[in-house]
């Protein structure tokens, strides 16, 4: 891989993907989502946007997964995470659509511990008396009263 490849039109990419004539592909990290790298006829390049010609970006990892298998009509392909700073676990990510893509993550979650047959359910009463003594702790602690 040469050390700038060619930006690649996003129509002519898919011209190439209907031809076939695209061997391989790489998801490449970038410091704000992912881009992808395209081999064919022993060329190589990233997809690029046609007007103002840029790099596509997408920004969630599924997204861009999903256009190298629904456009590129490729199963498989690699990842190159490299220059992607690292995650911050436990805290959502700051980009929108990968904020997005935490919350699904985080909801979905959420409804297979509700759907668990040993999850414990409490009444809104009771619920709310929890909230209510967590304020008046807080209010006491720090001088209010009660």
Known sequence: MGSHPALIDGDIVR????ARRIDAATVVGQTDGWSVLVRFDGEE???GTRRPK???????????????????GLSRFDVDA??????????????AADYDDWARADIEQALREADDP???WFGNETVMNEVASVFAAARAARGDGA
């Open 118 to 120: 040993d999850a414990v």
């Open 82 to 95: 490299g220059s992607r700073p690292p995650a911050d676990s436990g805290r959502p990510p700051s980009m």
């Open 45 to 47: 390049g990233l997809v």
């Open 15 to 18: 011209g190439l993907a209907l």
């Open 54 to 72: 840029q790099l596509r970006v997408w920004h969630g990892l599924d997204s861009v997964a999903g256009y190298v298998r629904s456009e590129l």
